[in-house]
């Protein structure tokens, strides 16, 4: 397949969008994966020089000043559901300055000041946690933390193992996850080109339900076919639309436009699928 002849085609080609026509829907999906993988690669090696840079950065500063990071003073214990401490209450751990200038950790507006707040007097409340500007806010029967999706996750501590984790408990932990580390930036670029993939999935759902807008503007311009031949064009109609998602991501990403997808996506077909009766440029 003359895949980067087809994406042109994709974009402006009357000819061959009649071609498509004739063709199984297994061909559109054929070049529909190759131009995924193709732009999902391309994108993970422009993310890969922004991201694996910092992950390095952090990892190696991690293996180098983790022991640092918690106080030599503190000493948590859980037992029976239940938190102490045995410092003065509340008390902040703060968030490394490395972590800080390299932007992780920002939740929301509010940019993260602390990397836990230790208040076993007191009871979860949300207001109070994110005044705190903290990753995690420990009480006396609670660990709330923001999970990977930026939500805070409270978790009940009677559900807890009795333990206790001082600086030495921390100490043994980093020095466990050392080796882990040095995979993080390969693990990194193998997920942003998944990611990627499966965006491009996504595309492909979403045009489920944009293909009857595709059926019904053919339908008013007097050209009879289907709703699975209405699918194959959309799947092939995408690849501009794609394209400039992209370009909005990188380039202008405080850019919000409702509907311009299936705006543009619906202007190709307009421009590309013509009644047999006219004739095709």
Known sequence: MKLFENIKNSVYGPLYYREVLSKPISYSFTYYSLFALVVAFLVTIVLSFVVVPKITLFTDALEEKAAEYFPANLEIVIKDGKALSNVAEPYFVKLPTELKEWGFLEKEETPIENLLV??????????????????????????????????????????????????????????????????????????????????????????????????????????????????????????????????????????????????????????????????AH
Do not use: C
């Open 118 to 279: 230790v208040n076993t007097q007191g009871v979860f409340e949300m207001d109070q946690f994110k005044s705190h500007k903290t990753l995690a806010l420990l009480t006396g029967s609670t660990f709330a933390v923001y999970d990977e999706n930026g939500n805070v996750s409270v978790i009940d501590l009677a559900k807890a193992p009795d333990f206790t984790f001082n600086k030495g408990k921390f100490t043994e932990f980093t020095t466990e996850i050392k080796p882990l580390l040095k995979v993080f930036p390969v693990l990194a670029v193998i997920g942003i080109f998944v990611f990627g993939l499966f965006a491009f999935a996504l595309y492909l759902t979403y045009l489920l339900v944009a293909a009857f807008l595709i059926w019904l503007l053919l339908v008013l311009r007097k050209i009879p076919i289907g709703y699975g031949k209405s699918y194959q064009i959309g799947i092939h109609a995408l690849t501009l639309p794609i394209i400039l998602d992209l370009f909005v991501f990188f380039v202008i990403p405080e850019v919000k436009i409702r509907f311009l997808f299936t705006v543009i996506l619906l202007l190709i077909v307009f421009f590309n699928v013509w009644p047999d009766k006219k004739e």
